[in-house]
C-alpha cells in the first residue's frame, strides 16, 4: 500500500499562534432571531472598569454568524459585558489563565423598554444560516438532533459521507465497497433493507433535497466537502427540514463568501491509488458574495475489480443583498459518479481472500453472481439549479419580527446502473423541481417568547426509466420501458413557546399528499427479452404492462418539551409520527433471475406507506469538562418496508411487514476532558488529554412470540477516541471501532455476520509561526484497520437463508457478506495564510 500526501492553501486573517504571557476569549453570541452581528463585547474588571487599566480597551465586534474573539488577555478574573441595541445587556464572569483560550456563549434577550430603537444588522448570509446559528437550532429540538462541524478538514482527508458521519450518535454508516460507492446511512433503522440503501432519509444540500420527487436516492453523490456543517435530525425532528421518515433529514450546508473569504486548495494521496482534490474561492463585498468550490476523488478500491471509482463535482453559490433585509441566493451543482461494483462473497470466501469475487456458480462452492462475466458498474450524473429568496422585518412595535423564504430548484439526473446478468442494466433519466415557501415571526406568545412557522413544500418528478439486459458486461435488449411520474406535497405548522428561562414547549403537524404513477412504454410486453448467458442468446417471457396509481395520505404530530437543567444542560422529552410512501424502486422491480439468466418477472407491487409513532427521551449538556449528547427512543411500525435481496443477489424486491415491528434504541456521544496539564510545563498553556465516545444500541426486531431480529443494521456499535493534545501542536489520537455481537444478515436469523474490531490512528503537528511569516505549516498522518482485520463491513439483506438453495449448494454457499477494507496508510501536510 502506498502512502499518501495533502498540500492545503488555506489563507485566513486569524493568527495561528497565541502569547503565552497572555490568554484570550472566544465566543459566540445569539439572539432570539435574525443575527447578533454588530454587537460590542467588551471585558471589564470586577470593579466595573475596563479591563487591564492602562491598556488599549479589551473588546471586539461580534461578526458573521455571531462569533467574537479578544486576544492578548492578561490572566484574572473578569466580567464579560455585551450589547447590542434593542437587546438587554448582557453580563458573564470569565477566568482568564495563561496562555489559555476561553470559551464563552452568551444569549440576548429583547429589550422591551427600547422597541423604538433600530436594531443593528449585521452582514452575514440571511439566507444560509451560520454554524452557530445551526447550532443554536440543534439545541432548541426536544429530540435527537446533532450538528456536525465540517470546518476542520485540513487535517484529515475527509472525503466520503462515512468520513464525515462516523462519530456522530445515532448514526450508523456501513461501506459497501469504499471510496465513491453507496454506502448504507442508518438513522433508526430506516431503509437499510434496501440494496443498495436508497430509501429511509431525506438527504439534502442547502435545504434542498437531494432525494428524487419519489423519495429515493443515491448516496454516492453525497459530497461532504461542499459543505462547512451537516445538520442530523433523526426521526420524526426533521419536521423543519421536511423529512416525514423514520431516519429523518441530513442537511449538508455549504460555505458562501461570507463564510469561506479567499483561495483554499488541498490535494491527498492515499492507499489503494487514492487521489483527492478540493479547491475553493469566496469574495464577499458589500452587497455581493460569491462561493465556487471544485473537488474530485479517485479511489481504486482494494479488491478485484474495484477499480476505476471517481467523483467529480463543482458547486457554486452567489449571493445579492438588496438591503439589510432581503437577499437573493443562487446555487449550482454538477456532479459525477462512477465505480465498478465487486459484489459479495459467502463466509468461506471472505475468509479466505476478502480481495476475491464471486465467480458464480463454480467451485469452491458459491452461489453468487459471475461479477468477471457481469462486469457491475454504476455511472451517475447531476445536474442542479436552485434559488431561495429570504425577506424579514425589523422588529415591529410588539416587538415581533417575521422572516419570509421562497425557494426553487432543477435537478437532473442520469443514473445507469448495471447489476449482475440476474437483474440487468436499469437507466433511468430523472427531471424533478423542488417549489417551497415558509414564514417564520419570532416573538411573543402565550406569554413567553416564541417562534411560529408556516409552510408548504412540493416535490414533482418525472422519471424514464428502461430495463435492459446485461449481456456479458454491456447493455443489451430492452425488456421493460416505463414512464413515472411522481408528486410529494407537505404542509406544516410548527410552534415552539418558551417559557421563562427554562421550559419550553413545541408542537407541529404536518400533512403529506404522495403520488406514485407508472405507465407501460414498451410496445410488446408478450416478448419481453430474456438473456441466456451460458448459450449467449435471448429467449422471451410474457407479462402484463407494468401499470399502478397509488396516492398516499399521511398525518404527522409531535409534541415535546425541554427543560433547561443549567445554562449549558438540557432535558429533553418527545413523541413524533413518522410516513413513508414507498419508491419507485420499492414498487417496481425485475425478478426471477439467476447467475446464468436474465429476469424472468416484471410486475409491479401494490405497498402500503409505512407509518411508526415514536417515543424518546434525552439529554444534552454542550458546555464544560464533560458533555454529552443521550437520546433513548421506541417507535412502534406498521407496514415496515422491507427490501430482500432475491437468493442470487441482484436488487431484490420489497414488502409490508405482516406484523408490527419494533425500533428501540440508545443513542450516545460522550466527550470528556480527563487530564490537564500532565506533560506540558506550567508555565505557558497546558496540554490535555481527551476521550469521545459514541455508542449505538438498536434493537429492531418483529413483534411476536420468536421475537426475531430485523437484519441489516448491528446491535451494538462503539466508536472511541482518546486524543492527546500538547501546546507546541502535536496532536495523537488513536481511535477503535467494535461491534462486539454478531449480526443477523437475514430475518429469519440463520446467517450472521461476525463480530469485529478496528483499531485506527491519526498523528499532526503543527508548527509554529516564523516558517512562513505568518503562515501556518502541518503534517499528518493517519492509519485504518492497524491490525489488517478480515471482516464484512455489511452484507445483502435476505427473508431466509436457506430459500432453499439447490443441491448440493446449502445456505453456507450464498453470497452475502461485503468485505470491509484491508490496511491503509495516508499521510499529508496542510499549508496555510
Same mark, same amino acid.
Given at each position: ?39 460590542? =463585547?467588551? %471585558?471589564? #474588571?470586577?470593579?466595573?472598569? /475596563?479591563? !487591564?487599566?492602562?491598556? &488599549?480597551? +479589551?473588546? *471586539?465586534?461580534? @461578526? ?61 448570509s440571511l439566507t444560509q444560516q451560520s454554524t452557530e446559528a445551526a447550532a443554536e ?10 450538528? =456536525?462541524? %465540517?470546518? #476542520?478538514?485540513?487535517?484529515? /482527508?475527509? !472525503?466520503?459521507?462515512? &468520513?464525515? +458521519?462516523? *462519530?456522530?450518535? @445515532? ?62 435530525y433523526r426521526g420524526g425532528n426533521a419536521l423543519g427540514p421536511g423529512g416525514a ?31 483527492? @482534490? ?556
Open positions: 500500500m502506498l502512502g499518501g500526501f495533502a498540500l492545503c492553501w488555506v489563507p485566513t486573517q486569524t493568527s495561528f499562534s497565541q502569547d503565552v504571557r497572555t490568554g484570550a476569549v472566544v465566543g459566540t453570541v445569539g439572539v432570539p432571531s435574525g443575527s447578533a452581528a454588530g454587537a460590542n =463585547v467588551v %471585558l471589564r #474588571d470586577a470593579d466595573d472598569a /475596563p479591563a !487591564a487599566a492602562g491598556q &488599549s480597551r +479589551l473588546g *471586539d465586534a461580534v @461578526g458573521d454568524g455571531g462569533r467574537f474573539r479578544i486576544a492578548g488577555v492578561p490572566p484574572g478574573r473578569y466580567v464579560l459585558r455585551v450589547t447590542l441595541v434593542g437587546y438587554e445587556r448582557a453580563e458573564q464572569p470569565v477566568q482568564v489563565r495563561r496562555g489559555d483560550t476561553t470559551s464563552v456563549d452568551v444569549e440576548l434577550r429583547r429589550d422591551r423598554a427600547r422597541l423604538g430603537e433600530v436594531t443593528v444588522r449585521g452582514g452575514g437550532q440543534v439545541r432548541q429540538v426536544p429530540g435527537g438532533a446533532n450538528l =456536525v462541524s %465540517l470546518q #476542520d478538514r485540513e487535517l484529515r /482527508p475527509i !472525503a466520503t459521507v462515512a &468520513s464525515a +458521519l462516523e *462519530d456522530e450518535p @445515532g448514526v450508523v454508516v456501513q461501506e459497501f465497497f469504499g471510496g465513491n460507492d453507496q454506502p448504507r446511512i442508518s438513522i433508526r433503522g430506516a431503509g437499510l433493507q434496501s440494496n443498495p440503501q436508497s430509501r429511509g432519509l431525506l438527504l439534502m444540500h442547502n435545504g434542498f433535497p437531494l432525494n428524487f420527487a419519489d423519495g429515493s436516492f443515491v448516496t454516492g453523490l453525497v459530497e461532504p466537502r461542499m459543505a462547512r456543517h451537516a445538520e442530523v421518515t423514520l431516519g429523518g433529514a441530513i442537511d449538508f450546508v455549504a460555505p458562501t463568501g461570507r463564510s469561506a473569504d479567499g483561495p483554499q486548495l488541498k490535494l491527498t494521496g492515499g492507499s489503494y491509488r487514492t487521489a483527492s @482534490g478540493h479547491a475553493q474561492y469566496g469574495w464577499a463585498g458589500a452587497n455581493t458574495d460569491v462561493f465556487v468550490m471544485g473537488t474530485g476523488h479517485r479511489h481504486d478500491g482494494f479488491r478485484q475489480t474495484n477499480d476505476e471509482g471517481e467523483r467529480l463535482t463543482g458547486h457554486a453559490n452567489v449571493g445579492y443583498r438588496w438591503d439589510d433585509n432581503l437577499e437573493t441566493r443562487v446555487y449550482g451543482t454538477v456532479a459525477t459518479l462512477g465505480f465498478n461494483i465487486p459484489g459479495p462473497l459467502n463466509k468461506q470466501q471472505l475468509d479466505a481472500d476478502p480481495t476475491a469475487v464471486s465467480r458464480g456458480v463454480t467451485p469452491p462452492r458459491s452461489l453468487g453472481p459471475n461479477v468477471p462475466l457481469d462486469r457491475p458498474r454504476r455511472e451517475t450524473e447531476l445536474y442542479r439549479a436552485a434559488t431561495r429568496t429570504t425577506w424579514r422585518t425589523g422588529a415591529s412595535a410588539s416587538g415581533h419580527e417575521v422572516s419570509v423564504r421562497a425557494g426553487a430548484a432543477y435537478q437532473y439526473v442520469e443514473d445507469d446502473f448495471r447489476f449482475p446478468v440476474g437483474t440487468g442494466v436499469r437507466s433511468t433519466r430523472s427531471h424533478d423541481v423542488t417549489l417551497n415557501l415558509d414564514a417564520r415571526r419570532a416573538g411573543a406568545v402565550l406569554g413567553g417568547e416564541g417562534t411560529s412557522v408556516l409552510g408548504v413544500s412540493a416535490t414533482l418528478g418525472d422519471m424514464d426509466r428502461g430495463y435492459f439486459a446485461n449481456e456479458r458486461g454491456r447493455t443489451g435488449r430492452r425488456f421493460a420501458d416505463n414512464e413515472m411520474q411522481a408528486s410529494t406535497v407537505r404542509a406544516f405548522a410548527r410552534q415552539r413557546v418558551q417559557f421563562g428561562t427554562r421550559l419550553a414547549a413545541t408542537a407541529s403537524i404536518s400533512g403529506i399528499l404522495a403520488r406514485r404513477e407508472i405507465d407501460e412504454a414498451l410496445s410488446s410486453t408478450s416478448q419481453r427479452a430474456r438473456y441466456v448467458a451460458p448459450k449467449d442468446k435471448y429467449v422471451s417471457f410474457a407479462s402484463s404492462p407494468a401499470t399502478l396509481d397509488e396516492t398516499y395520505r399521511g398525518l404527522r404530530p409531535a409534541v415535546g418539551l425541554q427543560y433547561a437543567a443549567a445554562p449549558a444542560l438540557d432535558l429533553f422529552a418527545g413523541v413524533t409520527r413518522s410516513y413513508e410512501p414507498p419508491t419507485f424502486n420499492t414498487l417496481l422491480s425485475p425478478s426471477g433471475g439467476n447467475p446464468k439468466k436474465g429476469p424472468g418477472q416484471f410486475q409491479p407491487r401494490v405497498l402500503d406507506a409505512q407509518s411508526g409513532t415514536t417515543v424518546e427521551v434525552g439529554t444534552r449538556r454542550t458546555r464544560g469538562r464533560l458533555q454529552w449528547d443521550v437520546v433513548a427512543y421506541r417507535t412502534w411500525l406498521k407496514n415496515e418496508l422491507l427490501t430482500t435481496a432475491a437468493l442470487f443477489g441482484g436488487a431484490g424486491s420489497t414488502s409490508n411487514a405482516p406484523v408490527r415491528t419494533i425500533h428501540q434504541g440508545l443513542e450516545t456521544h460522550v466527550d470528556l476532558r480527563l487530564l490537564d496539564g500532565m506533560l506540558a510545563d506550567g508555565s505557558g498553556a497546558p496540554d490535555q488529554l481527551a476521550l469521545e465516545a459514541t455508542y449505538n444500541l438498536n434493537d429492531f426486531y418483529f413483534d411476536t412470540d420468536a421475537r426475531n431480529q430485523l437484519a441489516g443494521v448491528p446491535r451494538h456499535r462503539l466508536h472511541a477516541q482518546l486524543t492527546y493534545d500538547h501546546p507546541v501542536g502535536l496532536s495523537v489520537t488513536p481511535d477503535l471501532t467494535w461491534m462486539p455481537q454478531r449480526t443477523p444478515t437475514d430475518h429469519a436469523n440463520t446467517i450472521y455476520q461476525s463480530p469485529y474490531a478496528l483499531l485506527g490512528a491519526r498523528a499532526h503537528y503543527t508548527v509554529g509561526p516564523g516558517w512562513l511569516d505568518a503562515g501556518q505549516l502541518a503534517v499528518f498522518v493517519e492509519a485504518e484497520n492497524l491490525t489488517g482485520t478480515t471482516y464484512a463491513s455489511s452484507y445483502l439483506v435476505r427473508d431466509q437463508v436457506p430459500n432453499p438453495p439447490p443441491a448440493p449448494l446449502t445456505s453456507a454457499d450464498v453470497t452475502s457478506f461485503i468485505p470491509g477494507q484491508g490496511r491503509t496508510l495516508q499521510i499529508g501536510v496542510t499549508v496555510g495564510w
